[in-house]
């Protein structure tokens, strides 16, 4: 494993001898000792620092432990920050609990025995760099699917391509060619003839299949016509495949859409319609595309039986989940809940960056 990281473990008290004796007695555990002698300097250094442990005298002037720890707990960056407070004897009992009211995870009583504050602070420590290493690798897990959506996408739109443009010129030759040979037949040699008739119907069904192929690998028309008419036309694909009917409600053309921005728009509709084909069991569609100023909205809801236990972590698919990814990559993100009424409503929202004017 990767060496671990140093973490910041911030020690809090308004004696300088306590704050000394606390360093002394942590400095084998080879972390990032930051002091602070009030609870406002305290508050200061947390806004800087991620730390691992706060330990916190509640004894002070001016800000005392529980209004320092209070105040922690109402950020955002130290919501969940462990707080162990540290009480004289005298005053144990009273401290402690009102500690664990303002969200203290554990106390030490002064005098500080040395094993136990060692022990108790290396528990946080240790808590604090799996958090760090498990951060790390969820954003490298994030970077290499945005990678290989990235890949995948390039693949195909290559893919696409190879076989429309290479397959397609094989097939216009063949089609030329067996034409050729039509024109030197006879007129009595017509089994010949009928022949060079059917496979020229067959060169005619290729050619059909071969396009449908690399349009399924990548629409022309979203690079040609734009995401609005690739939108258009996936949903005609969708109803005439499969029955259900597609309610439209698309603007005019989006001009200068980034085509990362169309293509990840585009995959994550077709998702969303093989989701309502697999699982909705409806008989209507509503899609509708937005765009304002700085957002691109889709919304698309279906008639079906609705969708329930989306947040469960445990499934196995990964179609949602390709979408959140899809969507994050460009900065926008995927709402999945159930329509009001009845059905699955997907909303899917991508930010536009503006060319400058
Ligand atoms: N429109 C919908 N209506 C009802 N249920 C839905 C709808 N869309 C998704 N679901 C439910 O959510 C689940 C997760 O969808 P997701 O696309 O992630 O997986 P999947 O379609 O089962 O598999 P895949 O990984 O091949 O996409 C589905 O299995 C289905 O139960
Ligand atoms: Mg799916």
């Known amino acids: 494993m990767a060496q671990a990281?140093?973490?910041?473990?911030?020690?809090?008290?308004?004696?300088p001898k306590n704050l000394f004796a606390l360093r002394e007695l942590l400095g084998d555990l080879k972390q990032n000792l930051l002091s602070a002698a009030s609870g406002e300097e305290a508050l200061r250094l947390a806004l800087k620092h991620e730390l691992a442990v706060v330990l916190l005298d509640v004894r002070m002037p001016a800000m005392d432990g529980f209004e320092t720890a209070r105040m922690l707990r109402s950020r955002e960056r130290t919501r969940l920050t462990p707080i162990v407070f540290l009480t004289?004897?005298?005053?144990?009992?009273?401290?402690v609990f009102r500690g664990y009211e303002v969200g203290a995870v554990d106390y030490l009583i002064k005098p500080i025995v040395p094993q136990v504050l060692r022990s108790k602070v290396s528990v946080f420590v240790e808590l604090a760099r799996k958090s760090v290493a498990l951060a790390e690798s969820e954003r490298k897990l994030r970077e290499l699917a945005a990678h290989l959506i990235s890949v995948r996408e390039e693949e195909r739109a290559h893919i696409a391509r190879e076989v429309h443009d290479e397959l397609g010129q094989v097939l216009t030759g063949l089609k030329m060619d067996v034409g050729w040979l039509a024109k030197q037949l006879r007129e009595d040699?017509?089994?010949?003839?009928?022949?060079t008739e059917s496979m020229g119907r067959l060169i005619?069904?290729?050619?059909?299949?071969?396009?449908?192929?690399?349009a399924g690998l990548r629409p022309e028309v979203l690079d040609e016509m734009g995401l609005v008419a690739a939108i258009g036309w996936q949903a005609q694909e969708f109803q005439k495949r499969t029955g259900i009917r597609c309610r439209l409600n698309l603007p005019p053309e989006l001009a200068e859409l980034e085509s990362e921005l169309s293509t990840t728009m585009f995959r994550v509709f077709q998702e969303i319609l093989t989701n309502v084909a697999r699982h909705s069991r409806a008989t209507r569609v509503d899609v509708d595309l937005k765009n304002s100023q700085r957002r691109l909205v889709l919304e698309v809801a279906d008639n079906g039986i609705g969708i329930?236990?989306?947040?469960?972590k445990d499934r196995k698919s990964l179609g949602l989940l390709g979408m959140q990814e899809r969507a994050l990559r460009v900065g926008g993100e995927v709402s999945i809940g159930n329509?009001?009424?009845r059905g699955t409503r997907v909303v899917v929202a991508l930010p536009v960056t503006q060319s400058p004017a």
């Not at 004289?88 to 401290?95: H, N, Q, Y």
């Open 5 to 15: 990281a140093t973490v910041n473990i911030l020690l809090v008290d308004d004696e």
């Open 88 to 95: 004289a004897a005298a005053e144990e009992m009273e401290s």
């Open 189 to 195: 040699q017509q089994p010949l003839l009928e022949k």
């Open 204 to 214: 005619d069904a290729t050619v059909q299949t071969v396009r449908k192929i690399s």
């Open 308 to 312: 329930d236990g989306v947040n469960d």
């Open 339 to 341: 329509a009001p009424g």
